[in-house]
């Protein structure tokens, strides 16, 4: 069974990517705000429920990550 919560490691292992990318897509606020969890000041969690939806409205219109991110191609 997947867990629900995941840390930016297993995000980066889930997706594909670093978890440098992880880190640096976060800060610059490229991350959706519904894919993050807040554990007290400093803990941070990803939803992988909400990142699968995601990713899956993104198959859907035929978009790609850069879409899901804010990334200007």
Known sequence: ???RLVNAKEL???LGTTEGSIY???SQGK???QWIIKLGKRGVR???VE???SL???KSSNDDLSSIFKIRA
């Open 31 to 33: 991350i959706p705000p």
């Open 51 to 53: 990142v699968d939806k």
């Open 1 to 3: 069974m997947t867990p």
């Open 46 to 48: 990803f939803d992988l």
């Open 24 to 26: 640096t897509y976060k």
């Open 12 to 14: 980066a292992q889930y």
């Open 56 to 58: 899956e409205e993104a």
